[in-house]
């Protein structure tokens, strides 16, 4: 008898997740406000608001784990703040109830600026902004009595991935010839995740008790500068010499003082002006698993990209990093 899992969200992570569970033969029941996803057999999509008390306990019947990959409504500290803290205590509960684990996808956020690689024993002692609102989050898992694992990753790219840094803001501008301009530095190193790999982490961590209740690391290649993302996602696309530009950090936090949406992406300057390094050999030992190289990760990401162009109907929404 094939298991039961439940996923909520059908952003990048959880769409990917839940195919990726349907196609080795679980079951699924996806849950979103809209009742958005994956059209497979094995997947059955429900409207449910995961965030209000009792609403996922009838859809939590029968399931061994819960992939929460919903996020907030905004990307901002007080959108974070007015709905993360209640909608995971919400999920817990019930997956409390069910007998269920509960594994989140988790940023780098609570780790702060960090001089040298991030491994998983590095101090999540955040308390500003989203950051501390990530790093309340975690430490409210650690208490829950519900089992957790978190699997942490930096920024995504990959099929799906649309509102992100590796996203449309650099293929969409990319496949159509403009310019791409990414923020804070062009050769400075960067961790990104590509988010099958952060699915196959999640899967994996799900299935083993032994890593309950951890907080680890998605496997994710050597960072590279964001001058090397592009142009390895460039190559794949068969561009040469694409155009690539800088928004200056000055300016982005000159205008972060008018405009919200622009300080809250400021706030994260520092992850893009200065080295930002993620270590995950040791998740990946634990996980039996290794990051897709980024030539076959680029190349896979421009075809769901081209794909996507040529049926945009065929094609669901996209989400933003967690």
Do not use: C
């Given at each position: 008898?094939?298991?039961?899992?439940?996923?909520?969200?059908?952003?990048?992570?959880?769409?990917?997740?839940?195919?990726?569970?349907?196609?080795?033969?679980d079951?699924?029941?996806?849950?979103?406000?809209?009742?958005?996803?994956?059209?497979?057999?094995?997947?059955?999509r429900?409207?449910?608001?995961?965030?209000?008390?009792?609403?996922i306990?009838?859809?939590?019947?029968?399931?061994?784990?819960?992939?929460?990959?919903?996020?907030?409504?905004?990307?901002?500290?007080?959108?974070?703040?007015?709905?993360?803290?209640?909608?995971?205590?919400?999920?817990?509960?019930?997956?409390?109830?069910?007998?269920?684990?509960?594994?989140?996808?988790?940023?780098?956020?609570?780790?702060?600026?960090?001089?040298?690689?991030?491994?998983?024993?590095?101090?999540?002692?955040?308390?500003?902004?989203?950051?501390?609102?990530?790093?309340?989050?975690?430490?409210?898992?650690?208490?829950?009595?519900?089992?957790?694992?978190?699997?942490?990753?930096?920024?995504?790219?990959?099929?799906?991935?649309?509102t992100?840094?590796?996203?449309?803001?650099v293929?969409?501008?990319?496949?159509?010839?403009?310019?791409?301009?990414?923020?804070?530095?062009?050769?400075?190193?960067?961790?990104?995740?590509?988010?099958?790999?952060?699915?196959?982490?999640?899967?994996?961590?799900?299935?083993?008790?032994?890593?309950?209740?951890?907080?680890?690391?998605?496997?994710?290649?050597?960072?590279?500068?964001?001058?090397?993302?592009?142009?390895?996602?460039?190559?794949?696309?068969?561009?040469?010499?694409?155009?690539?530009?800088?928004?200056?950090?000055?300016?982005?936090?000159?205008?972060?003082?008018?405009?919200?949406?622009?300080?809250?992406?400021?706030?994260?300057?520092?992850?893009?002006?200065?080295?930002?390094?993620?270590?995950?050999?040791?998740?990946?030992?634990?996980?039996?698993?290794?990051?897709?190289?980024?030539?076959?990760?680029?190349?896979?990401?421009?075809?769901?990209?081209r794909?996507?162009?040529?049926a945009?109907?065929?094609?669901?929404?996209?989400?933003?990093?967690?």
């Open positions: 008898m094939s298991t039961l899992h439940v996923v909520t969200g059908a952003g990048p992570v959880g769409w990917t997740v839940a195919t990726r569970l349907a196609d080795r033969g079951r699924v029941r996806l849950l979103t406000r809209s009742g958005s996803g994956p059209d497979h057999p094995a997947i059955e429900r409207r449910v608001d995961v965030a209000r008390p009792g609403a306990d009838d859809a939590l019947t029968g399931a061994a784990s819960v992939f929460h990959a919903a996020h907030g409504s905004a990307y901002a500290a007080d959108a974070w703040r007015r709905e993360l803290p209640a909608t995971e205590a919400a999920v817990l509960a019930a997956a409390g109830r069910a007998g269920a684990v509960v594994v989140f996808p988790e940023s780098l956020y609570s780790y702060g600026p960090v001089d040298g690689p991030i491994t998983e024993d590095t101090p999540r002692t955040a308390t500003t902004g989203k950051l501390g609102i990530r790093a309340d989050l975690l430490r409210a898992r650690q208490r829950s009595a519900t089992p957790t694992v978190s699997v942490a990753a930096s920024d995504f790219f990959g099929p799906r991935v649309r992100a840094h590796g996203g449309e803001r293929v969409a501008p990319l496949l159509a010839g403009r310019r791409v301009r990414v923020m804070g530095a062009l050769d400075v190193p960067h961790a990104f995740t590509y988010v099958p790999d952060l699915a196959a982490a999640m899967i994996a961590a799900a299935d083993d008790p032994a890593l309950w209740n951890s907080v680890l690391h998605a496997p994710t290649g050597p960072a590279v500068t964001q001058r090397q993302l592009v142009q390895a996602l460039a190559d794949a696309a068969g561009i040469a010499n694409p155009r690539i530009g800088v928004l200056p950090g000055w300016a982005l936090r000159g205008l972060g003082r008018v405009h919200p949406p622009t300080r809250e992406l400021a706030e994260m300057l520092y992850q893009f002006e200065r080295p930002f390094l993620l270590d995950s050999r040791r998740s990946e030992r634990l996980l039996a698993l290794t990051p897709t190289p980024l030539p076959q990760a680029a190349a896979t990401t421009i075809a769901w990209w794909d996507r162009a040529a945009p109907a065929a094609v669901g929404s996209g989400g933003g990093p967690h």
